[in-house]
């Protein structure tokens, strides 16, 4: 489902992305957050094996990918997977 999910969102990120322009379309998709609430007191994380990096990503690093997507204006149409590698896995 998530698949289905995120090739939906890539393709309504290209439409927009041409159809509302100058105005800039971008997704990030993080992945499974290790230190968020939900996660932090699960170490075991079943996705945690399956991530190229060897951990789960941080809310730091999810915070820093959404701050460079809205500075840096030159960024359009694009679908930021900050998760690790596991969504090539």
């Known amino acids: 489902?998530?698949?289905a999910f995120n090739g939906g969102i890539t393709g309504?990120?290209?439409t927009l992305?041409?159809?509302i322009a100058p105005h800039r379309i971008n997704a990030i998709h993080p992945g499974v957050v290790g230190d968020s609430p939900k996660w932090r007191d699960a170490p075991e994380h079943p996705h945690l094996a399956r991530t190229p990096i060897g951990r789960l990503v941080t809310t730091a690093e999810v915070v820093d990918?959404?701050?460079?997507?809205l500075r840096?204006?030159?960024v359009n149409a694009l679908d930021l997977f900050v998760d690790g590698g596991l969504r090539v896995t």
């Open 1 to 3: 489902m998530v698949t």
């Open 12 to 14: 309504l990120v290209k």
């Open 17 to 19: 992305a041409v159809e």
């Open 65 to 69: 990918a959404t701050e460079f997507v």
């Open 72 to 74: 840096n204006t030159g």
